[in-house]
């Protein structure tokens, strides 16, 4: 008996999932909670079928019960590539482990490869690449940048952001720590290189340099930027630039786990993020940035820059104050 996320490896047990299932898409997710619960009784260490009783029993409405089933499920799926300490987290119960998170991250969007840009342009209007670009060219052309020599496009995803930096950059590598978005974006002419990797990993790789970073609609999926920020100091080149996005929150913590499963991040704790890796802010932009399930998201999009280094001093020696050049709070 083999059990996998998708099957219980017990053909009665997959019968009345598949049941439980139909009877979720009917609406009637308290009847497909108790049937999975049922079902679970003669297959309990199967980790996909106690996150389908978690998910319907969210939609049913009963946390408690939700939390119950993704406790059975955490536990019996240790790389947390399901998703269950999300959840959990989410719900303020547990600490996120950064491989739990890099394998649920990774496995997500291994799945959405395929029909990931149909499911973004066409159904949720999302403008992160585009409006991103036109900040960058705004903010090129009042510091007299015509172009860079080497750039870095973090979660390149199937190349979006990529596609709107390719005129304005000579070497451009894409990184992502999906494989099948690395399969589905080298296919594609837009980078000179795609790697598979963490973004973390990537960065503090020995060598690493780069004129321009990007990352268009990615930290929502990282829980803490600081540690981010601070090797996109070292990496970028003085004078170098910095343009990202993140889902906007304005409440005290510097991060919240949202329901979605997705950071939402703090603008002021990101300027201070900034400032202590030694870049200055020259745009923000507060914009709804996508939809879901209908209701915009709310985000801010920044172009940050490393200073020209001064003769003998490393940038991270000079105070750049709090004074903002070139802030535009929309
Ligand atoms: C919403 S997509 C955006 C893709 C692309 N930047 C765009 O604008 O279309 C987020 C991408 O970031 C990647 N990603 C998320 N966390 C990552 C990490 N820690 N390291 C590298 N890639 C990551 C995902 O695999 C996914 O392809």
Redesign the pocket.
Same mark, same amino acid.
């Given at each position: 008996m083999t059990t996998t996320f998708l099957s219980s490896g017990d053909l009665i047990v997959d019968r009345r999932a598949h049941y439980a299932q139909m009877l979720a898409e009917a609406g009637e997710f308290s009847s497909a909670a108790d049937l999975m619960e049922q079902a679970l009784s003669d297959a309990p260490g199967w980790a996909g079928g106690w996150m389908m009783t978690g998910n319907f029993h969210l939609k049913a409405d009963v946390l408690s019960s939700a939390i119950a089933a993704w406790q059975r499920a955490a536990e019996h799926d240790p790389s947390g590539v399901l998703g269950a300490q999300m959840h959990l987290a989410a719900h303020g119960i547990g600490e996120i482990e950064p491989q739990a998170q890099?394998a649920y991250?990774?496995a997500l969007?291994d799945q959405y490869a395929g029909h990931?840009e149909e499911a973004?342009l066409q159904k949720l209007d999302?403008v *992160?690449?585009g409006r991103l670009a036109e900040l960058l060219g705004d903010a090129m052309g009042e510091l007299g940048i015509e172009g860079f020599a080497r750039g870095v496009?973090?979660?390149?995803?199937?190349?979006?952001?990529g596609e709107r930096l390719r005129h304005v950059v000579s070497h451009l590598i894409g990184?992502?720590?999906?494989a099948a978005?690395v399969t589905e974006t080298r296919g594609k002419a837009i980078y000179d290189g795609v790697e598979h990797?963490?973004?973390?990993d990537f960065l503090g790789a020995e060598g690493c340099v780069a004129d321009i970073v990007t990352?268009?609609? *990615?930290f929502m999926?990282?829980p803490a930027l600081p540690p981010i920020f601070s090797l996109v100091g070292k990496v970028l080149r003085p004078g170098g630039i910095f343009a990202f996005s993140v889902e906007r929150h304005d409440g005290q913590d510097s991060q919240w786990l949202q329901a979605s499963l997705r950071f939402a991040h703090n603008g002021d704790a990101i300027r201070a993020a900034l400032s202590d890796a030694g870049l200055e802010v020259l745009r923000v932009s507060a914009e709804t940035i996508r939809r879901d399930r209908g209701q915009p998201v709310a985000g801010l999009l920044f172009i940050a820059r490393r200073p020209e280094g001064v003769d003998g001093l490393e940038v991270s020696d000079i105070d750049i104050g709090t004074e903002v050049p070139f802030a535009l709070m929309n």
């Open positions: 890099a991250v990774e969007f990931f973004l999302y *992160v690449p496009d973090l979660g390149c995803g199937t190349g979006l952001m990184v992502d720590i999906s978005m990797a963490e973004l973390l990352a268009a609609d *990615v999926y990282c």
